[in-house]
């Protein structure tokens, strides 16, 4: 969340969920939800989508044209790490 601030940080943790097939609120705030859906999937699958929601996220900073685009190569990077 260094990057990203909690909220947004969460809220790409939930988008990963989704990804893993669970329908969580993308309100941005770990509650019983997010808790159990997060251990009721595949922890490589949730590792794996949490990774790509980030790096979208990072692409899409970058695509509001601000000066965002120079540190995206970064971001994109740290996301895979």
Do not use: M, P
């Amino acid at each position: 969340s260094v990057l990203t601030g909690r909220k947004e940080a969460v809220v790409v943790f939930q988008r990963a969920l989704h990804a893993c097939g669970k329908a969580v609120s993308e309100d941005g705030n770990i509650g019983d939800e997010t808790l159990a859906a997060a251990r009721a999937v595949n922890q490589d699958a949730l590792l794996a989508a949490f990774k790509s929601e980030a790096a979208g996220f990072f692409r899409t900073l970058a695509a509001r044209g601000s000066r965002d685009d120079e540190f995206l190569k970064g971001w994109v990077a740290r996301a895979y790490e």
